[in-house]
Structures are given as C-alpha cells and as structure tokens.
C-alpha cells in the first residue's frame, strides 16, 4: 500500500519534474532587444511546488508583489498559466527548460528572455 501510494504522489500526481521542486532565487535575468520589464524578476524568487503551484515574489519600484500561477511540465516545455488581476482573464505562457541539473535552473520565454536560477538552500 505504502509503495503504491508514493508511486501515485510522487510521479503520477506532480506536474513538474521532482528536480524542479523547490524554492529558486532568479540570479540573472538576460534580454534581448529593448523589452526590461521582466529585469523586476532580478534577486526575486521562485517557488515551485509538486501539485503544479508556481508562487513568484519579486520587487518593482521598491514594491513587493506575489504572482499565483498553475506549471505544467512537458518535456522541455514549461507551461505557465496565471490570472491576469485586471480582467480576470487566464493567461497561459510556455517557456523552454535550457538548464535543469542540481542547483541550476535555466528558463527561456517566446521573447527571448532567459532567467538563470539557483535552488534557494534553506
């Protein structure tokens, strides 16, 4: 019974990779062009957590805010998908998985933003 339940909430019921779990500090942020509105993300952290929950907590113009969003992991696509306060709409962006080995966690959007991340050690 035991083995069958950690096989069922360890692989059957997570939505991202047990490497990928955890809390991530964003230690660069790289753009291309002109866009900077994700260099916010700077020294901000990540957090994600088995049942598929992505919290974001980072600071723009000195204020803190928090992001609530759904991850969804296939392959090297990292779906995200969060509620846009403004109109209530679902938002869904998938980005690509450059890096994902130890402490390393490297993200890229449509854009061509890459956000580098280190596993938080608490």
């Known amino acids: 019974g035991a083995g069958s339940y950690a096989v069922f909430h360890f692989f ?28 916010a993300l700077q020294d901000g952290r990540v957090q994600f957590r088995r049942d598929g ?5 980072a600071n723009m113009d000195g ?13 090297e696509d990292l779906r995200i998908t969060s509620v846009n306060p403004s ?6 962006d998938v980005q690509t998985i450059r890096t994902l080995e130890g402490d390393r966690l490297v993200i890229e959007d449509h854009k061509g933003t890459v956000l580098m991340m280190e596993r938080l050690r608490e």
Not at 87 to 92: I, P, Q
């Open 12 to 39: 059957i019921l997570t939505r991202v990779p047990h490497a990928m779990v955890g809390t991530w500090v964003v230690s660069e942020v790289k753009t291309t062009g002109s866009d900077k509105s994700n260099q």
């Open 53 to 57: 929950t992505m919290i974001v907590q």
């Open 63 to 75: 204020k803190g805010y928090t992001i609530k969003a759904t991850v969804e992991v296939e392959g």
């Open 87 to 92: 109109n209530g709409e679902k938002v869904t």
